[in-house]
């Protein structure tokens, strides 16, 4: 079966420290992958998303940043937190034969 | 842009209930996908369409790929209490690695 893993699950981070988010996939190879974040209450921002190994986009300019060191494995990274980066982080693939995406169980990230 | 028009935001139902969201489009799409998210979870994809007229069951959800591929639309019939939650429809266009989101529907079931 095809998997998506997140970690951690939740994060309490205080202003101005480093963030590391990780995001692995099972049972497919050279999926698209995707960040998005979403503010309680509301709908899916795109961050950025990967087509391939080092190949990263990014959709909003913002403290964040994205990186697809192998195949299945994406992170979402920051030097340092605004407190407007808490939310909830998901990550999502897709396969090379569809648009359909698919979503992991997400990471509840709260800046204090 | 593309944009994503979802209506309703949100819906107070009673159980037993059926209930009918749709989305529109300001272009067209190639694939409409509808998805439920339960609090602190991920979305979890309910219906793909893939075809202009296509219409798909799930269980007690139906959802169609509208004629002029600008919309869709999901219904859910006899509602029970695990239907709450956010729904959300996507749309994709062929060679874009992105897709757009509708502002989700939330749903609600009155006791």
């Known amino acids: 079966s095809q998997t998506i893993h997140q970690w951690p699950a939740t994060l309490v981070q205080p202003v101005g420290s480093p963030l590391s988010l990780e995001c692995t996939v099972e049972g497919t190879s050279n999926p698209n992958l995707y960040w998005y974040r979403q503010a309680a209450g509301r709908g899916l921002q795109l961050l950025f998303y990967?087509?391939?190994?080092?190949?990263i986009s990014s959709e909003v300019p913002q403290n964040l940043s994205a990186s697809r060191p192998q195949d299945r494995q994406f992170i979402l990274s920051s030097k340092k937190l605004l407190l407007s980066d808490s939310g909830f982080y998901l990550c999502?693939?897709?396969?090379?034969?569809?648009?359909?995406?698919?979503f992991g169980p997400g990471t509840r990230l709260t800046v204090l | 842009g593309q944009q994503l028009n979802q209506s309703p935001q949100s819906m107070f139902i009673q159980e037993g209930e059926d209930v009918s969201m749709n989305c529109t489009s300001s272009?067209?799409?190639?694939?409409w996908l509808w998805y439920k998210q339960d609090p602190g979870e991920g979305p979890v994809l309910l219906i793909a369409?893939?075809?202009?007229?296509e219409l798909t069951s799930n269980g007690r959800l139906t959802a169609q790929f509208g004629i002029t591929r600008k919309d869709s639309f999901l219904n859910i019939s006899a509602s029970i209490p695990s239907d709450v939650g956010i729904y959300f429809c996507?749309?994709?266009?062929?060679?874009?690695?992105?897709?757009?989101f509708g502002t989700g529907t939330r749903l609600t079931i009155i006791p």
């Open positions: 272009s067209i799409f190639n694939t």
């Open positions: 996507a749309g994709a266009y062929f060679g874009n690695e992105k897709l757009t």
């Open positions: 369409l893939y075809k202009a007229g």
């Open positions: 990967s087509v391939g190994i080092g190949q």
């Open positions: 999502a693939r897709t396969s090379r034969s569809t648009d359909t995406q698919y």
